[in-house]
């Protein structure tokens, strides 16, 4: 079966021309144009290992992957065997011959088997099918495949080194999800603490470097790389508030100038940056000089107080001394990146612009990530013929009109007993007895005790009503108000109050009757 595809993948012509063709020859299945499910993994099983072969053969040519079985004297526009293989399988995909998550795998299994500099190639044939692969019906079989494949190809690569490989799986990642896809949202907003910045401890021989103003500098990175502990330790917002302050007025102590900026600027020239500076201490003062490399610390800076500023999140844990040192250093940092050439207004403009944007994410997040699509909403056509009447209302709108008709006669609507009542409080509390039964059943996240609203009201209604029953409050909590009448036998016993309270109760009325008695008779002298 192997060898009918291999060879028919080596004829000429487009692969609907033979595609259908050769998978009836091979599997004979029961319907003319589309696989049972056992017949797909046949398929798939074999095509997996005709695919593992290819690469095998390749390597041992010596020969690229995606160029193995091209002739030298092939003009450009053809294509090796693998990406014939791979788009006659595409197109038995797109067109639901065979089960739409094949082509996904293919390409998972063909990265897995290749090494990172064919794997570039392999990603640039991805790339040219991204409208083919994005298809619904192939996008839901296969979405998940694809972002573990991706993720894959991440975690090989060097972030380092490969800049511009990582940034092109990522904008491709980009296209190929819905823009409200939650697998690509950080949801609990978690930090990469792994990515540590390391730098010189101990100073070097020889170097005359302030190297406390070095160390200062590169353990702003500590907090940079997790912004959430600052908002929990006063002590770690104070160490980076010193060390902020140190750094910042070096800066404005050293400023640049216009020519110092075009000299040195590189962001112009097409050169290939990587993510992180060098942190050796021989280069601090080249990297002071540097345009750019300030920029990187204080745009820093200003994610950081942003993040600290999100409305819901640090809300209990920061104080007002905290929001007020935040607004003098970002007042800081602005004007520090303000003055630092080239084009120091234009380039923080840019970056207010993108921090306030980033906000309409925060919130869009926080709120569960509700999807962007919306569905049209269909317009309801009138009828050929008249035009509807507006209703015509006796008091100008149907809201006032509804609100006349209540009563026959309106004022005494108002006074009326029945438009605002009280409840009884044997009513009121009847719920909350039914909870306390053990014979009842009812769990306790139901019960009517953890409603702090019912709580409240039924305590208003017992101060006005039952003070006797309100007074055992504060002894017995919520419970022991419900009046003992609605409690069962087992229930009641633990509010009920005791003899000796009852006794001295008793004592305190005779004695203040006999004194009121007192009174009175000396009034009548």
Not at 4 to 27: D, H, M, Y
Not at 78 to 103: A, F, N, S
Not at 310 to 320: V, Y
């Amino acid at each position: 079966m192997m060898e009918a595809f291999r060879r028919a993948i080596l004829q000429p012509g487009l692969p609907e021309t033979f595609a259908l063709k050769i998978v009836q020859e091979v599997i004979k299945p029961q319907k003319q144009t589309k696989l049972a499910q056992d017949e797909n993994q046949l398929l798939e099983n074999m095509l997996r290992s005709l695919l593992q072969e290819l690469v095998s053969s390749a390597v041992q040519s010596g020969e690229e992957i995606m160029q193995y079985g091209k002739s030298i004297d092939d003009e450009d526009e053809t294509q090796g065997v693998i990406p014939r293989l791979l788009d006659v399988v595409l197109y038995l995909c797109e067109k639901e011959h065979v089960e739409g998550g094949m082509i996904f795998q293919l390409l998972e299994d063909l990265t897995e088997m290749s090494t990172m500099r064919n794997c570039k190639d392999i990603f640039r044939y991805i790339e040219s099918k991204q409208d083919i692969l994005g298809k619904q019906e192939l996008f839901a079989r296969g979405k998940l495949v694809m972002l573990r494949t991706c993720n894959q190809l991440l975690r090989r690569l060097s972030k380092a080194n490969d800049v511009i490989f990582c940034g092109r799986i990522l904008m491709f990642l980009a296209h190929f999800f819905p823009l409200s896809e939650r697998s690509a949202v950080n949801i609990k907003g978690v930090f990469n603490t792994s990515n540590e910045t390391k730098y010189e401890k101990d100073p070097p021989e020889g170097i005359s470097v302030d190297f406390n103003f070095y160390k200062t500098l590169w353990s702003l990175q500590d907090y940079f790389c997790n912004p959430a502990s600052l908002s929990t330790s006063p002590v770690k917002w104070q160490k980076f508030t010193s060390s902020l302050m140190v750094v910042l007025n070096t800066f404005e102590a050293q400023p640049l100038s216009e020519e110092e900026g075009a000299d040195n600027n590189l962001e112009e020239e097409a050169t290939t940056f990587n993510i992180k500076y060098l942190t050796s201490s021989k280069l601090m003062g080249l990297e002071l000089k540097d345009p750019s490399f300030r920029r990187h610390i204080l745009l820093q800076c200003l994610i950081l107080f942003d993040y600290l500023k999100a409305p819901g999140k640090n809300d209990k844990d920061s104080s007002e001394s905290m929001k007020e040192e935040i607004k003098s250093c970002e007042d800081r940092v602005k004007k520090l990146l303000e003055v630092t050439p080239p084009k120091g207004k234009d380039f923080l403009h840019s970056i207010e612009h993108i921090l306030e944007r980033e906000k309409n994410w925060v919130w869009w997040k926080r709120d569960g990530c509700p999807p962007f699509e919306k569905q049209p909403v269909e317009k309801k056509t009138v009828n050929d013929g008249a035009k509807k009447r507006r209703p015509r209302w006796r008091l100008g709108n149907k809201e006032l009109s509804q609100l006349w008709k209540w009563a026959d006669q309106n004022p005494n609507a108002l006074t009326d007993p029945q438009r605002v009542r009280t409840p009884a409080i044997s009513d009121y509390w009847k719920p909350l007895a039914e909870d306390m039964d053990d014979s009842a059943g009812i769990e306790a996240e139901y019960h009517h005790k953890n409603k702090k609203v019912y709580c409240w009201k039924g305590l208003r209604f017992s101060a006005r009503q039952d003070l006797e029953g309100f007074s055992k409050f504060t002894e017995h909590g919520i419970e022991g108000v419900v009046p003992l009448e609605l409690l069962p036998s087992e229930v009641r016993s633990k509010f009920q109050g005791k003899p000796s309270d009852r006794s001295k109760r008793a004592k305190k009325e005779e004695t203040k009757s006999a004194l009121h008695q007192v009174e009175e008779s000396q009034v009548s002298f």
